[in-house]
């Protein structure tokens, strides 16, 4: 059975950095794409960040420049790292994968929603 696992996140003053990451468990072939999206309190999941399997990225224009989306294949995680955050990217971060298995379906996944918090 595949699995998204989310780590990091936690409570940043402004300014400040996380790094988040997402591995991908069970019996993997590869991680074809893969997306960060969050949600803040009382708002829609928007979309953060991107990955496609090539490695070309994509970001939302309010984390252009502070945001980076990366993945090591090896051991089939995808990072968010998070530079220079502000109070309004406190929201729930979840990442998202399409992952090609054993049988070489490739499904989509969501990892649990982890918690990112920027005050002072």
């Known amino acids: 059975q595949v699995q998204l696992v989310q780590s990091g996140g936690g409570l940043v003053q402004p300014g400040g950095s996380l790094r988040l990451s997402c591995a991908a468990s069970?019996?993997?072939?590869?991680?074809?794409?893969a997306n960060w999206h969050r949600q803040a309190p009382g708002k829609a999941r928007t979309l953060v960040a991107s990955?496609?399997?090539?490695?070309?990225?994509n970001y939302a224009e309010a984390v252009k420049g502070r945001f980076t989306i990366s993945r090591d294949s090896a051991k089939n995680t995808v990072y968010l790292q998070m530079n220079s955050l502000k109070p309004e990217d406190t929201a729930i971060y979840y990442c998202?994968?399409?992952?090609?298995?054993?049988?070489?379906?490739?499904?989509?996944?969501w990892g649990q929603g982890t918690q990112v918090t920027v005050s002072s």
């Open positions: 069970g019996s993997i072939v590869s991680i074809d794409g």
């Open positions: 990955i496609t399997r090539g490695g070309t990225t």
């Open positions: 998202y994968a399409l992952i090609r298995d054993e049988t070489y379906e490739t499904r989509p996944y």
